[in-house]
């Protein structure tokens, strides 16, 4: 039985997170991070909840076999390697790690790359890496970029996107985000994308797909990025700012609402009146702008004004010309190896930071529960 939702039930979950809702829009004063952190809270505990039993019925292994206590780390001698997610063990630890996130991460859709990120020292998880295809609308990396509509839809194909990247404890604590972001330029990434994609065959168009990777996108999880700030490798890939997000998205819904928005999308598609939505809800989007406008309730509720940071994150210092066609050939950046990008971070960041705090020593693995 379809479980469908009612107007109130939207307008009382918005403000229970605290936005204000008049004329159809939406407003959140004072958006401090961590204000944005206990907006995105009951979206957080409710994924948490839904994971309830892989959390269960997994994690002490988890935190056994893969997370570090402090102790357990030597900063300096900090060597990553890039583990890309195959089998299902793999495939839980990095569901897990993601239920940690401050704000809701998605799966990612479409092209995806998956990667732990391990310290070959002590076999524990410094981190994770998710890409995935990029959303085609955002329109400071457009502008960033500089193409025009007919090369965006020919050559969107040439980035991915970073949906989830970071550190974990206690490498968090050591800048290992700026460790993990910096491996996200590195050249495996890059060949491992070609030996995915390169002479794929698009689904919807059928066209085959004979270019390389030119960059990775992101966004900051909380307006500036502290993490990605200032991350430049020298002879190789940089952390570019591209602009700011239009503060438009679902994760307002995320909370247990969406569920029941798409059991009310799949009715009125089956009712046969959103012809136009065609066989299947294509995304989250599509489904809730439907429900709000059966409901009579602006569509600008999908507008939350939260903006966060762009960034563009090259392969080659031609990467601009190679995305827009006028070069045929990606000159790759010369310092591009994991070996290469580390030692440049754990120089310039990590033993720095180490030498003015040491509190990472005193975590341990059991802190990162989430059943605590």
């Not at 020292?121 to 998710?130: F, H, S, T």
């Not at 900051?220 to 602009?243: F, L, N, Q, V």
Request: hydrophobic share 35%; with cysteine; aromatic share 10%.
């Amino acid at each position: 039985m379809l479980n469908k939702i009612t107007k109130k039930e939207i307008l009382d979950t918005l403000k229970r997170q605290g936005f204000q809702h008049k004329n159809g829009h939406l407003n959140f004063r004072n958006p401090t991070k961590e204000r944005l952190r206990k907006l995105n809270s009951m979206a957080r505990n409710h994924i948490i909840l839904k994971n309830k039993k892989l959390i269960e019925k997994n994690e002490k292994s988890l935190l056994y076999d893969f997370i570090a206590d402090g102790s357990d780390i030597n900063p300096s001698e900090i060597a990553p390697k890039l583990i890309t997610v195959k089998s299902e063990e793999q495939s839980t630890l990095f569901r897990w790690v993601k239920l940690h996130w401050s704000i809701p991460i998605s799966a990612g859709y479409g092209r995806r790359l998956r990667y732990l990120v391990m310290d070959k020292n002590n076999d524990k998880l410094i981190g994770i890496i998710g890409l995935a295809d990029p959303v085609y609308a955002l329109k400071d990396r457009d502008s960033c970029i500089g193409w025009d509509n007919q090369t965006k839809a020919t050559n969107l194909k040439c980035l991915m996107d970073g949906f989830v990247i970071g550190a974990v404890p206690p490498y968090n604590s050591v800048l290992g985000g700026k460790l993990v972001a910096s491996l996200v330029g590195s050249k495996r990434i890059y060949n491992d994308f070609r030996n995915k994609y390169f002479g794929s065959r698009a689904i919807i168009s059928g066209r085959i797909f004979k270019k390389n990777i030119a960059a990775i996108t992101t966004t900051s999880a909380y307006g500036r990025s502290s993490m990605y700030d200032r991350i430049k490798i020298p002879g190789g890939t940089e952390y570019i700012h591209a602009g700011w997000t239009g503060g438009s998205g679902e994760f307002q819904f995320m909370n247990g609402m969406y569920e029941k928005l798409y059991d009310s999308a799949t009715a009125l598609e089956v009712g046969g009146k959103r012809k136009e939505w065609g066989t299947g809800i294509r995304n989250r989007r599509v489904a809730v702008k439907g429900v709000l406008k059966d409901l009579g309730l602006s569509q600008d509720l999908l507008y939350h004004g939260i903006k966060r940071e762009i960034f563009i994150i090259p392969f080659g210092n031609n990467w601009k010309e190679y995305i827009l066609g006028q070069d045929k050939r990606l000159r790759l950046f010369k310092k591009n190896g994991v070996d290469d990008i580390s030692e440049y971070i754990i120089n310039r960041w990590i033993i720095k930071r180490v030498e003015r705090d040491q509190s990472y020593l005193s975590f341990k693995k059991e802190q990162y529960s989430l059943l605590n």
